[in-house]
């Protein structure tokens, strides 16, 4: 079955930058794209970008842009997330998710969520 | 970007009955492209919806999706202890693929 394994959290200072990773298994890395989304302290969902390994095709929300970078290893079927400038505001629990399907776009399959917290 | 309004913003039910739930868009969405999740505290989300009205794998039939355009609806037919969460909309049609605010269903 799909399974989406993400880095353990991170404590960061403001104007750090934070890696994110999340492996997946499961299925034919290169077939779907892969969505980020955070979560900040009792929030609701914000959607962030999503990337296609296949030809590494990336889609930023322009809250991020120029602060976010979306890249995939073929090799180890992971999907990276970069966040540059880190600030207080960025605390949240981010999530990596995987496309249900073939040109189906809801997110059908999710890791755990990584907190990262952004303090001094 | 579309903005998708979700009501009520709290619904405080008790088990076994009938929950409605509702997703506004600020412009038309394509049903292809409309997803509820469901979230449970301290858990990611999990899809119930894709497409306004197919159920994921695994989801019970209680959960039903339907509508088009700019109003789209998520009920839940009986409610099940379980059920208590928060539920989200997303349009996936038009990038950024925005969520909704969420819906908090309580006891």
């Known amino acids: 079955q799909v399974q989406l394994i993400q880095s353990r959290g991170e404590v960061k200072k403001p104007g750090a930058s934070v890696r994110v990773s999340c492996k997946a298994s499961g299925d034919t890395f290169t077939d779907y794209s892969f969505t980020w989304v955070r979560q900040a302290p009792g929030q609701g969902l914000e959607w962030m970008g999503r990337?296609?390994?296949?030809?590494?095709?990336?889609h930023y929300a322009q809250k991020f842009q120029g602060r976010v970078t979306m890249t995939t290893d073929t090799s180890s079927n992971t999907v990276y997330m970069d966040l540059r400038s880190l600030r207080s505001d960025d605390t949240a629990v981010y999530y990596c998710a995987r496309d249900l399907g073939f040109a189906e776009l809801s997110l059908g399959f999710w890791g755990q969520g990584t907190l990262v917290t952004v303090s001094s | 970007e579309i903005v998708l309004t979700q009501s009520p913003g709290t619904l405080s039910l008790s088990p076994g009955e009938r929950a409605t739930l509702s997703c506004r868009a600020s412009e038309s969405v394509s049903g292809s492209y409309l997803a509820w999740y469901q979230q449970r505290p301290g858990l990611a989300p999990r899809l119930l919806i894709y497409?306004?009205?197919s159920r994921a794998t695994g989801i019970p039939d209680r959960f039903s999706g339907s509508g088009s355009g700019t109003d789209f609806t998520l009920t839940i037919s009986r409610l099940e202890p379980e059920d208590f969460a928060v539920y989200y909309c997303q349009q996936t049609g038009f990038s950024p693929e925005t969520f909704g605010q969420g819906t908090k269903v309580e006891i």
């Open positions: 990337i296609s390994p296949y030809n590494g095709n990336t």
């Open positions: 497409g306004a009205s």
